[in-house]
């Protein structure tokens, strides 16, 4: 009877809709459907209202002409992890993300039409983007075809690959994924080091296989990976004490390798003997001010916090990099950066920089793509000591023959933006927006 009776107590100390709602997230109070998932004994409880609401897909299973009729619906392509958090957000607009769930939450966010979190994982996935993890979610990506997840993935691992190869996700891949991996151009990395990336990969291999980790066995499960290892772009010391030692390549492909690095001419209907990579992005810098005419006064002690807002446009296809911001001389900042779905939120420290000018720079984890002409819009909540300067605004700016054109206040702590030619897009239109 105490039970019963908390139960038509608890609604009188629930405050908000939100308190309620979450109170009743995987309650089986009420509850008039229940869901399991593959490999696990536990059910997820759920109310039909509560997800027809947020749901067309739902909605028409429980309310429908081909209503469901079962109490337990078993979902075969989910995990119990992502189906809770999927759930969760439901009923709570909340959703604990991780590396692990993320890609499998999307994957339901899409079948059940939930726009709000689709847009919510993205969000996520700029903001958490890193060299530990980006094989690790370029691998979900392509599991569960989400192009431009993984289109994504591949922008991060070109431009910081060196990071990206000595992470534990990169010996997890298969194979190949390794070898569109290796095809890459833009691979910002010591040809050398991508060897040993790839020899401590064939290891990981070896022991999935449950084989010795010879190098016969090495080479085996490397397949056709190994031609996209350009090993005509290493020094001579390079191919002798690290490629010759592992005893991975044979004889007649060492001296293939030798003497083409000896000037002689040498051709290969197998092996890529490009002796370079595509060189990675050269950032530019584009200040917005042309001259300051001195800090305004802010007590050193006072912390606020503020946002700033930014508009820039470019008469050519770039890479947006990330800004540089203005702060005081050794003071912390805690800064949330917004870039159309992107948001970067860290904690910077202020250094002397170019002119006198303190200040820190934030850069995307992955630099968005940008038409021509196409606007973008930035803001930034910063919590610190302000450092604003009175100066005289650059409303258009040519760096490099782009066109920088500014829409900004004259007082503001932007102080420039980072970015870099695209020139793949110059010669391929691509729309960014969708």
Not at 6 to 25: A, I, N, P
Not at 180 to 205: G, M, T, Y
Not at 236 to 263: A, C, P, R, W
Not at 279 to 291: A, H, M, P, V
């Amino acid at each position: 009877m105490a039970t019963s009776q908390q139960e038509l107590d608890w609604q009188s100390t629930k405050k908000t809709v939100l308190e309620r709602s979450r109170h009743m997230f995987n309650n089986p109070f009420m509850s008039d459907i229940a869901f399991s998932c593959e490999g696990s004994d536990k059910k997820l409880f759920a109310h039909k209202y509560v997800l027809a609401t947020s749901s067309a897909v739902f909605y028409a299973m429980f309310y429908g002409e081909l209503a469901e009729k079962n109490s337990v619906v078993h979902l075969s392509d989910t995990d119990e992890e992502s189906l809770e958090e999927f759930l969760r957000f439901l009923y709570t607009d909340e959703c604990n993300l991780t590396t692990d769930n993320a890609v499998f939450v999307l994957y339901l966010a899409k079948k059940y039409i939930v726009p709000s979190l689709v847009q919510k994982c993205f969000e996520y996935f700029d903001a958490s983007c890193a060299a530990e993890n980006v094989f690790i979610l370029l691998r979900q990506a392509i599991q569960f075809d989400e192009n431009k997840l993984e289109e994504k993935c591949w922008d991060f691992i070109d431009l910081k690959t060196s990071e990206a190869v000595a992470s534990d996700g990169f010996s997890d891949i298969n194979q190949s994924t390794l070898v569109q991996f290796l095809k890459r151009e833009p691979l910002n990395v010591e040809e050398v080091d991508l060897f040993k990336a790839v020899l401590k990969w064939s290891e990981a291999e070896c022991s999935r296989k449950g084989i010795e980790a010879n190098a016969k066995n090495k080479r085996a499960a490397m397949g056709n990976a190994i031609y996209q290892i350009r090993f005509v772009s290493m020094t001579l010391q390079d191919l002798v004490q690290n490629v010759s030692q592992s005893g991975i390549l044979t004889l007649e492909e060492i001296v293939l390798f030798y003497e083409k690095l000896g000037g002689a001419e040498r051709t290969s209907k197998v092996w890529n003997m490009s002796e370079t990579r595509a060189k990675e992005d050269i950032l530019l810098r584009c200040g917005i001010f042309d001259r300051y005419y001195g800090n305004c006064r802010f007590p050193a002690i006072v912390e606020n916090t503020w946002e700033d807002t930014l508009g820039i446009s470019f008469s050519k296809p770039v890479k947006f990099h990330g800004v540089r911001l203005l702060g005081r001389k050794q003071k912390e900042y805690n800064v949330k950066l917004e870039v159309w779905s992107r948001i970067i939120e860290k904690k910077f420290h202020s250094e002397p920089g170019n002119r006198g000018m303190s200040g820190f720079d934030v850069m995307l984890p992955v630099p968005i793509k940008v038409q021509a002409n196409v606007p973008v819009h930035l803001k930034v909540t910063i919590t610190g000591c302000p450092c604003y300067w009175y100066s005289h605004v650059r409303k258009t700016v040519e760096t490099n023959g782009i066109t920088v054109n500014f829409e900004i206040e004259k007082k503001s702590q932007f102080e420039g933006i980072i970015f870099s030619e695209n020139l793949n897009e110059m010669r391929h239109s691509y729309d960014f927006l969708e």
